[in-house]
């Protein structure tokens, strides 16, 4: 069974690994856009607008907006 089209890199419908999650986290950090995150991890921009807000938190009575790589999941 020759599968010629197989590929281990990025597919449609696939999760954020936790490295990506942490390069968003430090790339936020740095004062990169999410469209420019978005273009150096090589995904869509909606992917990463999304993960941006879900793990978004607001610190000093919601003044202050930090992503946290592990705020958005669930345990």
């Given at each position: 069974?020759?599968?010629q089209n197989y590929t281990t890199e990025h597919r449609k419908g696939q999760h954020l690994l936790s490295e990506e999650?942490?390069?968003i986290e430090v790339r936020?950090?740095?004062g990169?856009?999410?469209y420019?995150?978005?273009k150096h991890l090589g995904r869509p921009y909606?992917?990463?607008?999304?993960e941006v807000a879900r793990g978004t938190v607001y610190l000093y009575n919601g003044k202050i907006a930090r992503y946290?790589?592990?705020a958005g999941e669930q345990r």
């Open positions: 069974m020759d599968t999650r942490h390069e936020r950090k740095d990169w856009s999410i420019r995150i978005a909606n992917t990463i607008k999304n946290k790589a592990n």
